[in-house]
Each structure stands twice: as C-alpha cells, then as structure tokens.
C-alpha cells in the first residue's frame, strides 16, 4: 500500500476506523454537516476557511489575533464548536460555560478594525473574497454569528444556533 500511495499514507486497521474519532466517525460528522440545509450552505456555501486575523484592539491597546473557521459572502460569521450536547439548553450552557459569545465578540471586533483600515490592507485573496462584507461593516451593518455544534460523539446531531449583535 505505501508503494502504491507513497510514505505519506498512514495504513489503519479496520477495528480503528470506527473507534470514537477515528475515520469513520469523522465521516459520519462531516455527513451529519452535509445533511444539515443550513451548516451546508455555510460550510460548503460561498465561504472561505481559517481566516487569520490580527489587530490592535481599540479598548486595550493590546495586539491580539484570531482565526475564525469561516466567513460566509452573506456577512456571517461560522463558528464550528464540538460538544457532549446539542440539544438547545445542553449547547446554551456550554456557549456559557465556554466563554463562546466573548471570543464571537472578538471576531467581530476584529473584523471591524480590518474595515476600519480597509483602505489599508494589503491586497490577497482573502482580502477580494472579504472586501464587501468588510464594506457592509464599515457601513455599520451587524453581523450573524452561527455556532455549528456537533455532538462529540456518535452519532454526531448538530445544532446551528445564530447570534446577532446585541443578543
């Protein structure tokens, strides 16, 4: 098998691929996502992934950075969070018990001082990809913050609860 698909292949057993995280279970995650209307919009949809930022933060001064799991061309932030319970309540407390709304609250302050010095940025890809979300927020629009929760263990539900400014 190495021969065939090089040494960068890891060779698993097939009791492995089903074990808690192992293959299958990933799989079965990303399925679960894939069936979800609205996760698959936002994931698979006209995003982009792993967004690094960083910024000087208006209230401390402090350099900060963040990388966010996606940005959706419709002004959303995605924010893709396992947990042990996706049922409303059980995923209410862990965005409390977490600190989830702080670090969307982050995001969002980060992507408003990219917008603020939008004129500034260097141009990227990412930066084409952004630029009219980031115009939208300069422009004083709220953005949604979507919390994708899936269970973190079989059979892998997921919730996709949404946070808009001021909620």
Not at 41 to 51: A, D, P
Not at 64 to 90: N, Q, S, W, Y
Not at 115 to 135: G, I, K, W, Y
Request: charged share 25%; aromatic share 8%; glycine share 8%.
């Amino acid at each position: 098998q190495r021969a065939q698909h090089g040494e960068d292949v890891n060779l698993i057993k097939a009791d492995e691929f089903d074990k808690h995280f192992g293959p299958g279970a990933v799989m079965q995650a990303v399925e679960n996502l894939r069936g979800h209307a609205m996760a698959h919009r936002l994931i698979w949809g006209e995003s982009i992934k792993n967004v690094r930022i960083r910024w000087r933060c208006k209230y401390t001064g402090l350099d900060c950075r963040c990388e966010i799991d996606l940005l959706h061309a419709a002004a959303i932030i995605g924010d893709l969070k396992t947990c042990f319970d996706v049922g409303m309540d059980g995923f209410h407390a862990a965005v409390l018990r977490q600190g989830y709304y702080i670090q969307s609250f982050m995001y969002r302050e980060a992507l408003q001082a990219v917008a603020e010095h939008l004129d500034e940025q260097p141009d990227s890809e990412v930066l084409r990809f952004c630029r009219p979300m980031l115009e939208r927020i300069r422009d004083g629009e709220n953005i949604l913050c979507a919390w994708i929760g899936v269970k973190n263990k079989p059979s892998y539900p997921l919730l996709l609860q949404t946070l808009r400014e001021g909620d």
